[in-house]
């Protein structure tokens, strides 16, 4: 699911530094699922650290190119990968359309922001991974609107198995950045975590709907 391993270092030690990423198994937040959880995640934090943006951007490129070939458009999922996704075009020299999370309710009524064609080849951009649901409703927004999907990137993936079950039933590839796994072993590395900590946030991932109740 990486597309590699050392870019999934890179950018777990990058996400970390920004705290784009925090982890506090002793006082876990609360997602707006109601999922009691001992990491978070804020990827859009990104885009205010031009260096750390511009690896991200650039990481993406070459590994959209080398996985997927390259693209007739480039789309971000509404609303936090908007910003990574327009500068992945940029980068690429490609259009750029974004997909909001349902219709807008005047005007023309669009979920796809932007010119599409039918049958155009369509990598989706997205900037964190949890059960997969809402970036796969963007897919089959794109699918709708005529287009070829070759495949989602994101910055970040938890990992979750209903993830994975997810994207395997949409048949839709996936490839991160980071994920899980490589985050909670730098962390202990670096020391932002102890051991005890790093089997806590393990144990949150196998059960993380009802873990902490």
Same mark, same amino acid.
């Given at each position: 699911?990486?597309?590699?391993?050392?870019?999934?270092?890179?950018?777990? !030690?990058?996400?970390?530094?920004?705290?784009?990423? +925090?982890?506090?198994?002793?006082?876990?937040?609360?997602?707006?699922?109601?999922?009691?959880?001992?990491?978070?995640?804020?990827?859009?934090?990104?885009?205010?650290?031009?260096?750390?943006?511009?690896?991200?951007? !650039?990481?993406?490129?070459?590994?959209?190119?080398?996985?997927?070939?390259?693209?007739? @458009?480039?789309?971000?999922?509404?609303?936090?990968?908007?910003?990574?996704?327009?500068?992945?075009?940029?980068?690429?020299?490609?259009?750029? @359309?974004?997909?909001?999370?349902?219709?807008? +309710?005047?005007?023309?009524?669009?979920?796809?922001?932007?010119?599409?064609?039918?049958?155009?080849?369509? @990598?989706?951009? !997205?900037?964190?991974?949890?059960?997969? +649901?809402?970036?796969?409703?963007?897919?089959?927004?794109?699918?709708?609107?005529?287009?070829? @999907?070759?495949?989602?990137?994101?910055?970040?993936?938890?990992?979750? /198995?209903?993830?994975?079950?997810?994207?395997?039933?949409?048949?839709?590839?996936?490839?991160?950045?980071?994920?899980?796994?490589?985050?909670? /072993?730098?962390?202990?590395?670096?020391?932002?975590?102890? !051991? /005890?900590?790093?089997?806590?946030? +393990?144990?949150?991932?196998?059960?993380?709907?009802?873990?902490?109740?």
């Amino acid at each position: 699911m990486i597309f590699n391993t050392d870019t999934a270092k890179k950018t777990a !030690e990058l996400l970390l530094q920004i705290n784009a990423i +925090k982890l506090n198994p002793k006082n876990p937040f609360t997602w707006a699922s109601g999922w009691k959880s001992p990491i978070y995640c804020d990827n859009r934090i990104t885009l205010s650290f031009p260096p750390i943006r511009n690896f991200i951007r !650039e990481e993406f490129a070459k590994h959209i190119e080398k996985e997927y070939g390259k693209p007739d @458009v480039i789309a971000g999922v509404a609303t936090g990968a908007i910003g990574i996704g327009m500068l992945v075009a940029e980068l690429m020299g490609l259009p750029f @359309v974004y997909v909001r999370p349902e219709p807008k +309710k005047h005007g023309r009524q669009n979920q796809v922001e932007g010119f599409l064609q039918k049958g155009q080849n369509v @990598v989706v951009v !997205e900037d964190l991974i949890s059960t997969g +649901k809402s970036s796969l409703m963007a897919v089959e927004a794109l699918k709708e609107a005529g287009a070829n @999907v070759k495949g989602m990137v994101a910055i970040f993936t938890y990992g979750f /198995d209903i993830s994975v079950q997810n994207f395997k039933n949409a048949g839709v590839r996936l490839n991160t950045l980071g994920n899980y796994d490589t985050l909670l /072993d730098l962390a202990v590395a670096k020391k932002y975590i102890t !051991e /005890d900590e790093h089997e806590t946030l +393990k144990e949150w991932r196998k059960t993380p709907d009802t873990w902490g109740q």
